[in-house]
Structures are given as C-alpha cells and as structure tokens.
C-alpha cells in the first residue's frame, strides 16, 4: 500500500508495534468522521521533510502570459527554489528548457530576455531558442560530438488560458478540466500581472501547516473579522476532487461579487471568491477583479517561502469585498500558522479530529500526504 510508508513512520517514532495495527490500515481514515489529522512530527520530521520535497517535482506554475511582457526569455526562479532545478521558458515553444550549460554546467539566462540565440558566457557555446546547441569553439576534434546530449534538456509545458505549468516528472494530471465550467468566463488569459501586488513572505512553520490552513474557512469568523464581515460563512462550500480542493466563498449581501453569465454553474449565486488549492503547493484566488496566487517553497522543516501575486482584470473591483484585504488577511495566517508550529513538538498533542462539515480539504490534504510520503 503507498501509504505503508508514512505510517511506518509515525509507529517507529511513537514506538507503536506493528503487528497490533495490520498493514492495511490506513494513517488517515477516509471516513472523516472517524479520522485523525496528521500526526505532528509530519510538522518538524527532518526525514519527512527531506521526502516532501519529491512532491514538488510534479506541475509547478511557471507564469501568466502577461509576465512574459516585451521579452520572449524568462528564467523560473521559483521553480528553482522549489526543485532545485533551474529552467527557462521561451514564449512560443512547446517546453520548459534547462537553464544549465551542457559544457560544464554554467547559467545561461540570469533575467528576463529577447534572444533568438543563447551564448553560454563561459565559453561561449551557442544554442537557438529551441535548445539545440548549435556552436561550440574548439571543439573540432572532439570524437562524437554534438550528441543529443548537447542540447538543453526539455520538460513538458502545459498551457491553460494563460497560465504555464512545468514539471520534473509529471506523473498526476493537472485537475483543470474539472473547474473549468467554473472558471471559464473569467479569461484568466486576458488578465494583467501587477508587479505592485507581488509580495514575499517568509514563515516561521511547515510548508504543510500553510496547506491546511489555506483549505478551511473554519478559522474565518475567529482569525479574520474583516474577511468574516465579506464572507457570508453559512454559505462557504468545499469540494473535493482528484488533485486539488475548490473552496467557494459566499458574498456578504450587498458586497463584491461575481457576474455570472446565463448557464454557468452558480449563475444566481453570490459568490465573492473561488479559492482553488492544487496538490502540493499551488492556490489559486478568483475574485471578481482578477487573480491572485500563493505559491509555496518548502525551505526546511519548520521554515516556509510564500510568493504572492496578483493579477489583475478589473481595477476598480479591487477595491473592495473578499479580494481588497489580502495583506491584512495573510498577516492574520501567518500569526495563527507560526503559533501552531511551535505547539507541533509539544508532548500533549500528537493528533486531533476532523469537523466533519468544515475541514474536509484538510482531511482530503491529509490523505493525499499519508498516501505519498514514504
Ligand atoms: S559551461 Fe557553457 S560553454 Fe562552458
Ligand atoms: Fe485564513
């Protein structure tokens, strides 16, 4: 069973004898009405930690089309920072290509660029846009070359009105299709990245507890009264799908909300907010000026990166509802995320219990984790 693993784990840590719980039992019940949450080592567990980080090497967002601005070039940072590997996107092409040098390794593109040629500035060897190496000086007679292996490695690119996702091994699919009916009026591709919204956080707490936080509005009416006073919380809604959780948040009467066309699915609705969560890293916020997007950098057990942006569809909307009080309302997290952290190596808490009506998406989380970790 692939979760065999992670429950190995938490019985040698907890000194539990395997041959009292079968090996089919699973960490996380899938009934959530009997189910516990993660144990909390998954929370500071180096050796946990270390075999998160596989996690990351599936879709990663790369960028919006409207970063790609005048330049046809733009080195993925971020992914870098998540994986470890560093990529380069070209706008028209049908890949992700590897930033390093098939010579000896150097960094092709430090910044965004527009080039129909790449020079490594090492030594000088050339590529086209596509990753062909296509000159190398002295290198006449070397036996066998070029060879395949001289042009940049390619990594699949997926594309979806706008948005670009890479990945290192791409082994789940990207759950798009199943939000789509939702999301389609919204031409996520006609939006414009505001550089003014970016933001960059740094968090004292487990990449993990950031997730969970981000999949319940249970918190809401205590850790956020602003957002409370937007959100009509009776209304907030949780689904659940393969990959990925979908939180919808009901408009407060007379607040922000979306105009849907005639057929969508919530047409007649008020809804402020789509709060769209992708296995492992990736949540994406819909309101009705645009987007805005948390992408999360595990940067060791207890230390979490948070890349924030924003893009923008209508301006004026901005301003108020569910979409206006990000930075208020990710402060407020932020202090509840780091607090919890800190009780994870307390000896009278290990695991808790589920709402069965509003912490659903962590209990789905929860599974996915226990099902992958080894
Ligand atoms: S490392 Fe690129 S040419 Fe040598
Ligand atoms: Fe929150």
């Given at each position: 069973m692939l979760g065999s693993g992670a429950l190995e784990h938490y019985r040698t840590m907890n000194n539990l004898n395997p041959l009292t719980q079968t090996m089919t039992e699973e960490l996380i019940n899938p009934d959530i009405r009997l189910a516990r949450t993660l144990p909390s080592n998954f929370y500071f567990d180096e050796r946990l930690f270390e075999s998160s980080r596989r996690l990351f090497n599936n879709w990663q967002y790369a960028l919006h089309i409207s970063e790609f601005k005048k330049e046809n070039i733009v080195p993925l940072t971020h992914i870098e920072e998540i994986t470890g590997e560093p990529l380069f996107i070209v706008k028209d092409n049908s890949s992700c290509l590897s930033?390093?040098?098939?010579?000896?390794?150097?960094?092709?593109?430090?910044k965004p660029c527009s080039k129909t040629t790449l020079q490594c500035p090492y030594h000088g060897r050339t590529f086209d846009i596509s990753g062909q190496m296509k000159h190398m000086p002295e290198?006449?007679?070397?036996?066998?070359?070029?060879?395949?292996?001289?042009n940049l490695k390619q990594h699949p690119l997926h594309i979806w009105k706008g948005l670009y996702f890479t990945s290192l091994s791409h082994v789940e699919k990207l759950p798009w299709s199943l939000v789509e009916s939702r999301l389609d009026f919204l031409e996520i591709e006609s939006f414009v990245h505001d550089a003014s919204r970016d933001r960059d956080h740094h968090i004292m707490a487990n990449w993990m507890l950031y997730v969970d936080n981000y999949l319940?509005?249970?918190?809401i009416p205590f850790v956020h009264p602003e957002l409370n006073q937007a959100l009509d919380y009776s209304g907030y809604t949780t689904e659940l799908f393969e990959g990925g959780v979908l939180q919808i948040g009901k408009a407060a009467s007379g607040d922000v909300k979306f105009d849907f066309p005639k057929g969508?699915?919530?047409?007649?609705q008020d809804i402020a907010a789509y709060y769209l969560w992708m296995f492992p890293n990736m949540m994406f916020n819909f309101y009705p000026w645009g987007m805005s997007l948390n992408i999360v950098i595990p940067v060791s057990s207890t230390e979490t990166r948070v890349i924030y942006r924003g893009y923008v569809r209508d301006e004026d909307l901005a301003?108020?509802?569910?979409?206006?009080?990000l930075d208020t309302v990710e402060i407020q997290d932020q202090e509840i995320i780091e607090s919890v952290q800190k009780s994870m190596k307390s000896q009278s808490y290990d695991r808790g219990r589920y709402s069965p009506t509003r912490e659903q998406g962590v209990h789905h989380f929860h599974r996915m984790i226990s099902k992958r970790l080894d």
């Open positions: 930033n390093v040098c098939t010579h000896r390794g150097m960094r092709l593109v430090e290198f006449e007679q070397a036996i066998g070359f070029p060879s395949e292996e001289d319940e509005g249970f918190h969508h699915p919530d047409y007649g301003k108020a509802g569910a979409g206006s009080i």
